[in-house]
């Protein structure tokens, strides 16, 4: 399970390092939170003129281009494993855009929104245009996915009936569990929390932060283990 990618915003000395690991330890599969930042149409910065003005001019196209090609140049650099990119609070930024109706305001984006609009509408892989690697699949919202007992498919950014999410929440709910979402790698009883492989200085990182470069790694006797 990598730290939160958020493409095209990765470290290339973290992601780079995960592509050893992944070939060094030859898993199944490769679990991915966020795989993409989506600040093209982030609501968090929707009134904030200013800072799309500096950090936030792509459009969502090129966004996506960017983001979709750099995924496969990681899976490329791996062999045989399977990846699963897990429904995260980031891929929900698109859905709160397209559900919004912003798509008639933003002009920018107005003709990527409504293909992608189409697509989920027809409950067809939005993002079928961008010839993704044949060993990537996208996990649906809601699906459980769980190798040796513990619970992979959880990003770790909703909790119970909607709820905000943490530790305590997944370690009551699954008897062992590995989460993402905070970006901050620790271990509470049996919920395991993995960190980033995106950089440490964003736009809404405020100074002081616990965010580090962290993977996890699930064995075949279902021990799960950090790896800085």
Not at 123 to 145: A, V
């Amino acid at each position: 399970v990598l730290g939160d990618l958020h493409l095209p915003e990765e470290d290339f000395i973290s992601v780079m390092t995960s592509v050893s690991q992944i070939n060094a330890y030859k898993p199944k599969y490769v679990l991915i939170g966020d795989w993409c930042s989506f600040n093209s149409i982030n609501h968090h910065e929707s009134n904030k003129y200013l800072n799309k003005v500096m950090y936030y001019q792509q459009s969502l196209e090129d966004e996506l281009e960017e983001s979709t090609a750099k995924l496969n140049k990681f899976v490329d650099m791996t062999e045989n494993c399977e990846f699963l990119i897990i429904h995260s609070n980031h891929d929900e930024f698109l859905d709160k855009w397209l559900n919004s109706g912003e798509i008639e305001k933003d002009k920018q984006n107005a003709v990527t929104g409504m293909k992608l609009y189409l697509s989920y509408a027809e409950h067809k892989d939005p993002y079928f245009r961008y010839s993704l690697n044949k060993r990537i699949k996208f996990l649906k919202k809601g699906e459980l996915f769980s190798i040796n007992g513990v619970v992979l498919s959880n990003h770790g950014h909703v909790g119970l009936c909607g709820s905000k999410a943490n530790s305590t929440t997944y370690v009551k709910t699954y008897s062992k569990s590995i989460t993402g979402h905070t970006h901050s790698p620790k271990i509470e009883d049996s919920n395991y929390t993995v960190g980033t492989c995106s950089k440490l200085n964003l736009t809404y990182t405020n100074h002081l932060s616990n965010w580090a470069f962290a993977n996890a790694l699930v064995h075949k006797n279902g021990v799960v283990q950090l790896i800085f």
